[in-house]
């Protein structure tokens, strides 16, 4: 996780809908064995590896990481994140209204203690 001091409801929340292409504990689903889909799937979470990877964050720099809770808010807000496509088929992934609150006020917080 991000921290050691995560609340598990915030590392329940991320883990559910953000880790299956921000970690290396990629859960890949059944449909991974089907192409073309399984390349656009492998690239997608590559990609999201690149731009996140909380199996990482502890070797960020304090700048990368206050760069990284600024998009994370931002992309929560804008309901860019998670990805429609995959909360389409991850029902579960997509986050309610309270769930955003919860993320997005820990988020501030850690972002304040940087």
């Known amino acids: 996780m991000l921290v050691n001091d995560v609340p598990k409801q915030v590392e ?3 883990t559910t809908s953000c880790y299956d292409c921000h970690s290396n504990n990629t ?3 059944w449909y991974n ?6 390349w656009f ?3 997608h979470v590559a990609h999201g590896k ?3 990877n909380f199996n990482e964050w502890a070797d960020y720099s304090s700048r990368r990481k206050n760069s990284k809770l600024k998009s994370i808010i ?3 807000e804008d309901g860019e994140m998670p990805l429609w496509s995959y909360t389409l088929i991850h029902r579960e992934a997509e986050l309610s209204k309270d769930e955003k609150k ?3 006020e820990w988020i501030s917080k850690l972002k ?3």
């Open 12 to 14: 329940n929340i991320i």
């Open 27 to 29: 859960d890949y689903p």
């Open 33 to 38: 064995k089907v192409q073309p889909v399984a």
């Open 41 to 43: 799937l492998e690239d």
């Open 50 to 52: 690149e731009e996140l």
């Open 74 to 76: 931002s992309q929560i």
């Open 102 to 104: 919860i993320v997005l």
């Open 112 to 114: 304040d203690s940087l």
